[in-house]
């Protein structure tokens, strides 16, 4: 463990609700096998895990990007009281040995019904100028491992809609790194030409995708945009579907303002040619109903 001050410090919460049995989530993050069917951020794979689920326990996992690299993160279980609560402490050292970031990582796994609600607390130091992209990604990763964590959790417990469940939080984590990014393509690749998008700028509503506005507003910011979904659910009937959640959008704008807002998204989806396509979507804040009709931005989950 660095002694190290750190130089930034994060800390995020995250919840799931997993349409599977508390005891198969729970050995879901403590089986190599199935560890290494979801961990790591979207779009990223895993070619080596190995894990010892008991305090003291270490952990050592390679998170392959789409690029190729391979970044390693190892760490220690601190507390595992099995199908209840996992403590572990997880880092990323440099080839030499310098600690570049170190997290404290608490999952508390909660039965609702047949389902189990998942809760995920990170506590995160980054000890360099290197761990400051990884702390501006960190709820975005950790969100899209808990979606794809979802989808394995459903074809795990054989549910009818596991495939649907993986394609659509498939998309949505393309969006999420489409905002880390700002690519505008990746962004807009899974809307229906005709989709409605009620948005948080104006106009009131508009229909189809614009490349060039999506682009003009990602320009207005300085460095990555961070973007996770809270609390997102994904309800698949046929060939309908829809998803809901809390949007928390983070970063820096050109200008100098920093970002913190927490917004309200619904997007629906239609299965097209066998294809999940972004049919409607809708992003919102309340409104102050005190006679100042100020958008209230400053509300948190």
Same mark, same amino acid.
């Given at each position: 463990?660095?002694?190290?001050?750190?130089?930034?410090?994060? /800390?995020?919460?995250i919840t799931r609700v +997993? &349409?599977?049995?508390?005891?198969?989530?729970?050995?879901?993050?403590?089986?190599?096998?199935?560890?290494?069917?979801w961990w790591g951020p979207h779009s990223y794979d895993i070619p080596f895990c190995e894990a010892d689920p008991r305090p003291g326990g270490k952990i050592l996992i390679h998170m392959r990007a789409p690029d190729g690299g391979v970044h390693p993160m190892g760490g220690v279980y601190n507390e595992v009281a099995p199908h209840e609560r996992i403590v572990f402490t997880s880092y990323v050292d440099l080839p030499d040995g310098t600690r570049v970031l170190e997290a404290r990582n608490t999952v508390q796994f909660e039965a609702v019904g047949r389902k189990t609600k998942v809760t995920l607390h990170v506590k995160a130091s980054g000890f360099s100028e290197l761990a400051l992209r990884m702390l501006a990604?960190? /709820?975005?990763?950790?969100?899209?491992? +808990? &979606?794809?964590l979802a989808g394995v959790a459903a074809r795990q417990n054989g549910n009818p809609d596991a495939d649907d469940q993986i394609a659509i939080r498939s998309i949505l984590g393309d969006g999420t790194n489409a905002m880390f990014g700002k690519v505008a393509d990746l962004a807009l690749a899974a809307f229906a030409e005709d989709a409605v998008t009620y948005?948080?700028?104006?106009?009131?509503?508009?229909?189809?995708?614009?490349?060039a506005r999506l682009q003009s507003w990602f320009d207005t910011w300085d460095g990555p945009i961070g973007w996770a979904m809270g609390d997102l659910v994904v309800d698949v009937g046929g060939d309908l579907?829809?998803?809901?959640?809390?949007?928390?959008?983070?970063?820096?704008?050109?200008?100098?303002?920093?970002?913190?807002?927490?917004?309200?998204?619904?997007?629906?989806?239609?299965?097209?040619?066998?294809?999940?396509k972004i049919t409607h979507r809708h992003a919102s804040v309340p409104f102050l109903m005190d006679g100042s009709l100020k958008a209230a931005v400053h509300l948190k989950p």
């Open positions: 463990m660095s002694a190290k001050k750190p130089v930034a410090e994060r /800390e995020v919460t +997993l &349409d599977a049995p508390r005891e198969l989530v729970f050995s879901m993050w403590t089986d190599v096998k199935h560890l290494a069917a990604g960190m /709820e975005a990763g950790w969100a899209t491992c +808990l &979606d794809k948005d948080l700028a104006p106009p009131l509503w508009s229909v189809g995708v614009d490349k579907a829809v998803a809901r959640g809390l949007g928390h959008m983070v970063g820096a704008k050109k200008s100098g303002e920093q970002v913190d807002l927490w917004t309200r998204v619904t997007m629906c989806f239609e299965r097209r040619a066998g294809k999940w």
